[in-house]
C-alpha cells in the first residue's frame, strides 16, 4: 500500500545551501584546469557566473533546489567530464555532442558490414570492396590484448588500406587507445604533452611533460588509414584521434571531435555529493588545447539525401580516398 507524502526525497541538507554551493565553486576555482581555456574560447566569467546561481539559492532552498543549482554552474564549464553526482542523480553537460549533426548511423553502417562480419574484443571489421577493410570501434571501456589485434591485421592482412571509424566512441581507458594506436606505428613518436596543477592560480601548471607512443611488440600496420571523427569522439577516443594525427599514413576524415582532453579527478562535497572534474590537460604535439575537439584533415558531413537512400557519405568518401591513396602507392 502506497501512502501519499508531501516530503521530497533526501531532503536534508547537512550544511546551509549556499555553504555546500560555495564549496563546489571554490574547488573547480583552484582545481579545475580549463578556467582560462574557457575564458579564451568562449569568454567564460568564472566570477560572474558564481553570483549568477548562488543567488538562486536562500535559507529555505531544498537539497533538490540545490542540486539544481549546482549543475547549472557546472554546466558553465561546456565540459562534459564535469558532473555531480547526489541521491537525486548525476548531472552531465552533453551539449558538446548534442548541438552538432550526428553523422553516424549503425542502420546506415549495417549497409557496409552486412551480417557476415567479424567482432574481436569489440571491434567489429570486414572487408569491403576492392581489398579495403573497414573496423568500427565504438568503445575504449576494454583493453585489447595483442593476441586480438594481431588476428585483427591478419584477417585484414591482403588489403591495401583500412578504413578505422570510431564514430560515437565515446572514450573509456586512455591505455585502450594507446594500444590501438601502437599497432600503426614502427617506431616511438611524440603524441602530446601531458601538465598538472602545481597551486590553486588558475594558470597553476608543471611544464608540459612529453607524451610517447611506442610500437606494438605484436603486427603492425602501416598502410593508409583513414580515421573517421564524428562529434560523438570523446575523452579516450579524442585522444586517439590525437595520437594517430602524427602518423604520416593517417588521414581524419568526418566531423570534428567532441574534445575532453582533461584527465578526470574527483572530489566530495561537505554533504557527501561528489563532484568530478578535468584536473591535468593533454596538450597536442604542438602544444595546443584539444579539450574542445579536433578538426579533421577531410571534413565530410553526411548529406540528407544520401542518409534518406541509405548511403553513409563519410564512408563514401573514404573508400574513395583509400582508392586514390591505393592507387597513388601502385603507382610509386
Known amino acids: 500500500m502506497i501512502l501519499p507524502c508531501s516530503c521530497e526525497p533526501y531532503d536534508m541538507v547537512y550544511e546551509p545551501p549556499q555553504e555546500i ?42 537539497d533538490y533546489d540545490l542540486f539544481k543549482v549546482c549543475g547549472e554552474l557546472l554546466a558553465e564549464l561546456r565540459d562534459g567530464h564535469v558532473n555531480l553526482t ?25 549497409n557496409y558490414l552486412g551480417n557476415r562480419y567479424m567482432l574481436n574484443n569489440g571491434i567489429k571489421y570486414s572487408i569491403l570492396q576492392e581489398d579495403i577493410a573497414y573496423a568500427h570501434v565504438g568503445t575504449f571501456n576494454n583493453d585489447f590484448g595483442e593476441g586480438n589485434l594481431s588476428a585483427l591485421l591478419y584477417t585484414i592482412g591482403d588489403c591495401r588500406a583500412l578504413i578505422l571509424d570510431i564514430r560515437n566512441n565515446g572514450g573509456g581507458m586512455l591505455t585502450a587507445a594507446e594500444t590501438l594506436a ?32 611506442s610500437p606494438s ?5 602501416l598502410r593508409p588509414v583513414i580515421v573517421l571523427t564524428n562529434r560523438g569522439v570523446y575523452s579516450a577516443a579524442n ?4 595520437m594517430m594525427r602524427e602518423l604520416p599514413h593517417v588521414i581524419i576524415m568526418g566531423d570534428k571531435t567532441g574534445g575532453g582532453s582533461g584527465l578526470p579527478l574527483s572530489n566530495t562535497l561537505p554533504n557527501g555529493w561528489n563532484v568530478r572534474f578535468s584536473a591535468c590537460p593533454i596538450l597536442d604535439a604542438d602544444g595546443n588545447h584539444t579539450e574542445f575537439g579536433i578538426e579533421p584533415d577531410v571534413n565530410v558531413q553526411i548529406t540528407s539525401e544520401d542518409w534518406n537512400r541509405g548511403v553513409d557519405t563519410i564512408i563514401e568518401e573514404a573508400l574513395k580516398l583509400a582508392r586514390e591513396l591505393t592507387k597513388e602507392k601502385e603507382e610509386e
Open 217 to 221: 611488440d605484436g603486427s603492425i600496420w
Open 239 to 242: 585522444h586517439f584521434v590525437m
Open 182 to 213: 601502437s599497432i600503426f606505428t614502427d617506431k616511438k613518436i611524440k603524441t602530446g604533452y601531458i601538465q598538472h596543477k602545481t597551486g590553486t592560480g588558475h594558470n597553476s601548471f608543471s611544464s608540459p611533460e612529453p607524451m610517447y607512443l
Open 86 to 110: 547526489s541521491p537525486y542523480g548525476t548531472t552531465f553537460y552533453r551539449d558538446w555532442a548534442l548541438n552538432y549533426p550526428i553523422n553516424f548511423s549503425d542502420s546506415l553502417q549495417r
Open 21 to 62: 554551493y560555495d564549496a563546489l565553486w571554490n574547488i573547480i576555482d583552484r582545481r579545475y584546469c580549463f578556467l582560462e581555456y574557457a575564458k579564451l574560447e568562449f569568454g567564460l566569467d568564472w566570477n560572474s557566473v558564481y553570483h549568477k546561481h548562488r543567488s538562486k539559492l536562500d535559507e529555505n532552498s531544498t
